[in-house]
Nanobody, 128 residues
Framework: QVQLVESGGGLVQPGGSLRLSCAASGFTLDDYAIGWFRQAPGKEREGVSCISSSDGSTYYADSVKGRFTISRDNAKNTVYLQMNSLKPEDTAVYYC?????????????????????WGQGTQVTVSS
């Protein structure tokens, strides 16, 4: 059974850090590009970052560039999102998803259509 499970969310003060994990089971994670998304209440789901399967290239939304870092540990079948200098506007449910077509090709699909399997999400709240 293909499954993605996110963890590591929580409540953090502005300026703080969190590390999210996306653990895969039922398939080999390094066969896929992996994207992180977030969705705040009343807003559309937006892409945050993506890491390719082939060469480990990484991509970031402008809003998180320089603050977030995506990485993968293929031995643990896990992708991470290190989030530093968190802001209240980072508050959202964070999801990971696989992109069999790769990070760049997935962006060509409407919405999130380029992504295949999704996790259930983990809540991140940035507040004092």
């Amino acid at each position: 059974q293909v499954q993605l499970v996110e963890s590591g969310g929580g409540l953090v003060q502005p300026g703080g850090s969190l590390r999210l994990s996306c653990a895969a089971s039922g398939f080999t994670l390094d066969d896929y590009a992996i994207g992180w998304f977030r969705q705040a209440p009343g807003k559309e789901r937006e892409g945050v970052s993506c890491i390719s399967s082939s060469d480990g290239s990484t991509y970031y939304a402008d809003s998180v560039k320089g603050r977030f870092t995506i990485s993968r540990d293929n031995a643990k079948n896990t992708v991470y999102l290190q989030m530093n200098s968190l802001k209240p506007e980072d508050t959202a449910v964070y999801y990971c998803a696989t992109a069999s077509v790769g990070c760049l090709a997935a962006q060509e699909y409407p919405g999130v259509g380029g992504y295949d399997y999704w996790g259930q999400g983990t809540q991140v709240t940035v507040s004092s």
